[in-house]
């Protein structure tokens, strides 16, 4: 007589919201966003569903926390021990490669304006503009064009990342061959573009980011400097 298949063994530790967090981060890094259902939690977790739902209210409620978890250890006040610039530099950076590395978290901080992983981040943001003497005035436009360039950049990045690993393409290949495109483009109407080929294959997405970040806080000092100096009127 066949015998019925044995059952997972249920677990015996108890249950925290960090271990279920935790638990479903690692199965968003491992198989994207559409793996992550309250069913695979159980089956990875060893529990019940009840055990999950006492912690977190739905899957919306688990993306939005692994989410927070993620962006948390990244996101900071001004460091005493720093100039307020390279503390800039290093939590932008450190959100960069975290959007990177946890592509589903950048979608999810696109979807929900007030989650506290995005309120955390603009936080951060401001209390470091504030620390480089912008003015009181000029700080919302100022953490808004950097936050909206970090998750936007960070964002794509992490699409282009995607896309590759999904087309089983090396990226020196496809940076090689975008090159040769570049190149074969009419060089009267795209000089720019030929120019810039020349440099594709070295390209360093990282540094280009930062280079931005760099160009928008030297705009950001810039117009505060001549609103410093321009008479009262």
């Known amino acids: 007589m066949a015998t019925k298949a044995q059952r997972a063994p249920r677990r015996t530790e108890a249950l925290s919201r960090d271990v279920i967090v935790q638990a479903a981060a690692e199965i968003l890094d491992a198989e994207g966003e559409d793996a992550l259902t309250l069913r695979a939690l159980t089956v990875r977790l060893a529990t019940g569903y009840g055990a999950i739902y006492h912690h977190v209210a739905d899957r919306d409620d688990l993306l939005a926390a692994a989410t927070d978890h993620v962006i948390a250890r990244i996101v900071t006040g001004p ?20 959007i990177v590395a946890h ?15 995005l309120l955390d981040i603009y936080e951060s943001i401001s209390q470091h503009l504030q620390a480089l003497g912008v003015p009181q005035r000029a700080l919302p436009d100022s953490a808004g064009v950097l936050v909206n360039y970090i998750l936007g950049v960070a964002g794509q990045n992490a699409a282009n990342a995607r ?46 980011f930062l280079a931005g970040i760099d160009l928008i806080l030297a705009g950001i000092e810039t117009v505060n400097c001549a609103a410093k100096d321009s008479p009262a009127r």
């Open 79 to 98: 460091d005493a021990g720093a100039g307020p610039r390279p503390a800039l530099r290093a939590v932008a950076c450190g959100l960069f490669d975290a």
């Open 163 to 208: 896309a590759l690993a999904s087309s089983k393409m090396d990226r020196s290949a496809f940076l090689a061959a975008a090159a040769e495109r570049w190149a074969q483009l009419d060089p009267a109407r795209y000089p720019s573009v030929h120019k810039a080929g020349t440099q594709l294959p070295g390209h360093d997405d990282r540094e280009q």
């Open 103 to 117: 592509p589903w978290a950048g979608a999810q901080l696109n979807r929900d304006p007030l989650r506290p992983a």
